[in-house]
């Protein structure tokens, strides 16, 4: 992999970076005059208490941000060395998040910088707080993750931005017809939905959005503390979203909304299109969608996800494919839709092929390793689906090799958000 270093290279960044580091000394020095408090007691090694946040006036986001800010200032050498990816590589964490924070929603001093199309740290409405870890990071290691992931996009960037400006873009392509997109499977696939909302977001190309927010959404496992247990960054079931280029994209759960809201939603989305296809020949989005779509489905995407063991997993897929895919595939109709389907991410957990095998794992099982020789469900599904033949598109993840990226804290699954997910998106994108 290579280094970021032509982030530090460009003169822009150098000044934003510069200003930040002025602005962040000087908040340190008046903070003292004003407050008449030691630099010891500044150094923000205490968790967060309401007492502590009452004593320096922070509420507890503020505090852990600023605490971020200070062990960054303290870091000798200007970064952190991560294996990452199969060799050391020099991970600079101070340039690489005040660039994201300075291009992406976060502080800046120059409101001459241009934006640079991403987003970082909830400066996105879509984005879930427990996929942010730049929002969630609390100590040096998830900081490495953090810059890691971001560095990933940084490298990424150009085929990430060629294909958003490539559909959203009207001066590149301003005859493009708009289309109406299904995406259907568990919250793996939900991650390239939030990545294409939030990209899209960046560039000012959302007109119209509807996101389910849960008024509470349970607290992930391996956190101790929930930093929002409920409403806009919690957790969401359905979305849909209407770019300015008249393209929709609309997210439901395959197995229906998840926990006590399971019955709100679609039981079986599978089951539902199949018994379409037997009465009609063909397929909607079904009754769950966030907003109601604006005519008939022009692209169905889906993935079984990671919920099921690999039996079932095959049985949902050759279920799909003789019961759903092959009849559309067939189908002489102006309004059959396309059909593409993303395998499912690569899990790096600590185990003999990387998978999740319960909830009894222990903490040494729950830790991601960076790489691992297979993965076993894409593969099945690689087996049972070819592209041209039971579906138009088949859209491999291809992310063996990409195990430190993931949010850590026994979730060896997701991917930080930005991150993985991002460039997936961008391919899915340019497959409609």
């Known amino acids: ?65 600023k605490r971020r800010q200070y062990r960054w200032r303290r870091k000798q050498g200007g970064g952190s060395t991560l294996n990452l990816f199969g060799g050391e590589q020099k991970v600079e964490n101070d340039d690489i998040t005040t660039f994201m924070n300075d291009n992406y929603g976060g502080y800046s001093n120059d409101v001459n910088i241009p934006r640079t199309m991403g987003y970082y740290n909830l400066s ?10 730049a929002f969630m990071q609390d100590n040096e290691f998830d900081e490495q993750i953090t810059a890691a992931s971001v560095q990933y996009y940084q490298q990424n960037l150009a085929e990430i931005q060629r294909a958003f400006d490539s559909v959203f873009n009207d001066q590149i392509n301003p005859q493009q017809k708009p289309k109406r997109i299904f995406m259907t499977g568990d919250s793996l696939l939900r991650q390239v939905f939030i990545s294409i909302a939030c990209n899209a977001f960046s560039l000012n190309a959302v007109e119209q959005s509807e996101v389910q927010w849960r008024e509470e959404w349970p607290c992930p496992e391996g956190i ?48 539902r299109m199949k018994r379409q296809v037997d009465d009609s020949g063909e397929i909607d989005f079904g009754t769950k969608t966030a907003f109601p779509p604006s005519g008939p489905m022009d692209v169905l995407v889906y993935n079984v996800g990671a919920h099921f063991t690999l039996m079932k997993s095959r049985n949902m897929l050759n279920s799909f494919v003789s019961n759903i895919a092959m009849p559309l595939m067939r189908s002489k109709s102006e309004h059959r839709p396309k059909i593409v389907y993303v395998t499912t991410p690569t899990a790096h957990f600590n185990t003999t092929n990387g998978q999740y095998l319960s909830r009894k794992m222990g903490d040494e099982q729950k830790q991601c390793v960076d790489r691992v020789a297979r993965n076993p469900r894409a593969e099945l599904e690689k087996r049972i689906l070819k592209a041209g033949v039971s579906v138009d598109v088949l859209l491999d993840y291809d992310d063996l090799e990409l195990g430190a990226l993931h949010v850590q804290r026994g979730d060896c699954l997701h991917y930080c958000m930005p991150g993985a997910a991002d460039l997936v998106a961008a391919r899915l994108l340019d497959s409609f």
Request: with cysteine.
């Open 224 to 271: 101790a503390k929930c930093a929002i247990t409920g409403g806009v960054h919690s957790g969401f079931d359905a979305a849909s979203v209407r770019f300015t280029n008249g393209m929709e994209i609309h997210y439901v759960p395959h197995g229906g909304f998840a926990y006590d809201n399971r019955s709100q939603g679609e039981s079986d989305v599978l089951q």
């Open 124 to 133: 996105c409405p879509f984005e879930w707080y427990k996929y942010s870890c």
């Open 1 to 65: 992999m290579q280094s970021i270093q032509f982030i530090r290279q460009k003169t822009i960044v150098k000044l934003a970076i510069t200003l930040l580091f002025i602005k962040v000394a000087f908040f340190h020095v008046t903070s003292i005059i004003d407050d008449g408090t030691s630099s010891e007691e500044l150094e923000y090694k205490e968790d967060w208490t309401p007492q502590l946040g009452e004593q320096l006036g922070l509420t507890q986001k503020e505090y852990r941000v």
